[in-house]
């Protein structure tokens, strides 16, 4: 072996070392920047109203639930769990946390999003293109449909089944054919409104909460223009939020006009009414 083969063989662990070091500085980088962007969320839009909340009362909330969705109805809360192994359908009591009847999905399942209608209850999964029909006293499966992309969000609007799947765009589908009728592009006015998450269809508005951001958006179901703001920024403590993961939960009680939010891993349910900002 000569100098020069000698030479290039030393340089070569030492170029693989400095490659690693940059391929590994290129995703610390790369995370720190998407967590920059998570902890500064952008500015809301001054052009529509913007709302925050005041705190009418608070509920314990499994902290171990990976809240995908909720429903109010009739004074019984239902509540959709997450993750592959520990996805759920349940029937919650509201003061006490207390889960009173659950159904747990096969593991192959990532469920998501639920809403209800009459007897039925509609749930969704993530990335398996699969929803499934219960019956709403028994949990008992009585339906499934395949729809594409992935499953997010659900709610009804008296008729139409509205669903979201990460981007900006709801689809409506037939309840009973679960065929898509329309779909709806939501924007405000800096641009196509992405992400939208969990929803609730409340006084001839949808809700849709934006993944990863404390904010809910007003969306008109004609035109999908977002026609106002929430910023539920602060609603846990720092204690609460030490173990919590995104808000992602979103239902109302006819009966109070209020809101009942919570989120992944959230200790507590809260139950807010609405405050405009003043400009």
């Known amino acids: 072996?000569?100098?020069?083969?000698?030479?290039?063989?030393?340089?070569?662990?030492?170029?693989?070392?400095?490659?690693?070091?940059?391929?590994?500085?290129?995703?610390?980088?790369?995370?720190?920047?998407?967590?920059?962007?998570?902890?500064?969320?952008?500015?809301?839009?001054?052009?529509?109203?913007?709302?925050?909340?005041?705190?009418?009362?608070r509920y314990p909330h499994d902290s171990t639930a990976w809240t995908q969705g909720l429903i109010y109805q009739d004074g019984v809360l239902y509540e959709s769990t997450g993750l592959k192994g520990s996805s759920s359908l349940r029937r919650v009591d509201l003061a006490t946390g207390k889960v009173l009847q659950s159904h747990a999905l096969d593991s192959?399942?990532?469920?998501?999003?639920?809403?209800?209608?009459?007897?039925?209850?509609?749930?969704?999964?993530?990335?398996?293109?699969?929803?499934?029909?219960?019956?709403?006293?028994?949990?008992?499966?009585?339906?499934?449909?395949?729809?594409?992309?992935?499953?997010?969000?659900?709610?009804?609007?008296?008729?139409?089944?509205?669903?979201s799947d990460g981007t900006a765009t709801l689809r409506f589908l037939d309840p009973d054919t679960f065929k898509t009728?329309?779909?709806?592009?939501?924007?405000?006015?800096?641009?196509?409104?992405?992400?939208?998450?969990?929803?609730?269809?409340?006084?001839?508005?949808?809700?849709?909460?934006?993944?990863?951001?404390?904010?809910?958006?007003?969306?008109?179901?004609?035109?999908?223009?977002?026609?106002?703001?929430?910023d539920l920024s602060g609603l846990l403590s720092s204690e609460e939020a030490r173990n919590a993961d995104v808000l992602n939960g979103i239902t109302y009680d006819p009966a109070t006009g209020r809101l009942l939010i919570t989120g992944k891993y959230w200790p507590t349910l809260f139950v807010i009414t609405l405050v405009e900002k003043k400009s």
Not at 25 to 34: D, S
Not at 205 to 223: F, G, K, M
């Open 108 to 163: 192959e399942w990532f469920a998501e999003g639920i809403t209800a209608i009459d007897g039925r209850i509609f749930q969704l999964t993530w990335q398996d293109g699969i929803g499934f029909v219960y019956d709403k006293g028994t949990f008992e499966e009585k339906q499934r449909w395949s729809y594409s992309g992935e499953g997010w969000g659900i709610t009804y609007d008296g008729t139409h089944l509205i669903m």
């Open 1 to 57: 072996m000569n100098n020069k083969q000698a030479a290039s063989r030393e340089k070569k662990p030492v170029r693989r070392w400095i490659a690693r070091i940059a391929v590994l500085a290129a995703v610390g980088l790369a995370f720190c920047f998407v967590s920059l962007i998570c902890a500064c969320p952008p500015p809301l839009p001054s052009d529509v109203p913007i709302y925050t909340y005041e705190v009418m009362d």
């Open 181 to 230: 009728i329309k779909t709806l592009d939501i924007s405000d006015s800096v641009g196509p409104v992405k992400r939208l998450n969990e929803l609730e269809y409340i006084n001839g508005e949808i809700y849709a909460n934006v993944w990863q951001l404390d904010r809910i958006a007003r969306i008109s179901p004609q035109t999908g223009a977002v026609t106002g703001w929430i």
